[in-house]
């Protein structure tokens, strides 16, 4: 993946991501939006959206954009626990990390072809 637009355009959606995910994730439970789908896939479904964006918005620096991914599903479920009404619990943890880990890993098969 060589054209710098691609790059930037991923590098967009990949913070945009970032935040929107914090958001969701930071917010309250009356104003999180329901998808009807259990918690657990909704957790792994956004991380791997995530490490993949962040996998191809900085493809020279995988191992970085992986450990971001890790770093940011460790401080969300951290930051949870500062809410009263929110729980912080490894298993949460423990999916997005594998979540974000897996979109790192689908994105080294996208670019290992291109």
């Known amino acids: 993946m060589r054209h710098p637009l691609l790059l930037v355009a991923f590098r967009i959606a990949a913070w945009s991501l ?20 259990s ?3 909704e957790r792994f479904v956004a991380l791997l ?31 949870q626990a500062l809410d009263p009404s929110r729980h912080a619990r490894l ?6 990390v594998v979540g974000g880990l897996t979109g790192r890993h689908c994105s080294m098969n996208l670019l290992s072809k291109s």
Do not use: C, H, M, W
């Not at 191809?56 to 401080?75: H, K």
């Open 18 to 37: 970032l935040v929107a995910i914090a958001f969701v994730t930071l917010a309250p439970v009356e104003v999180r939006p329901q998808s009807g789908a």
């Open 49 to 79: 959206a995530l490490g993949l964006a962040f996998a191809l918005a900085y493809p020279r620096r995988i191992a970085e954009a992986a450990l971001l991914v890790v770093a940011a599903a460790v401080s969300f479920e951290l930051l």
């Open 39 to 41: 918690a657990n896939l």
């Open 91 to 96: 298993g949460d943890v423990a999916v997005k």
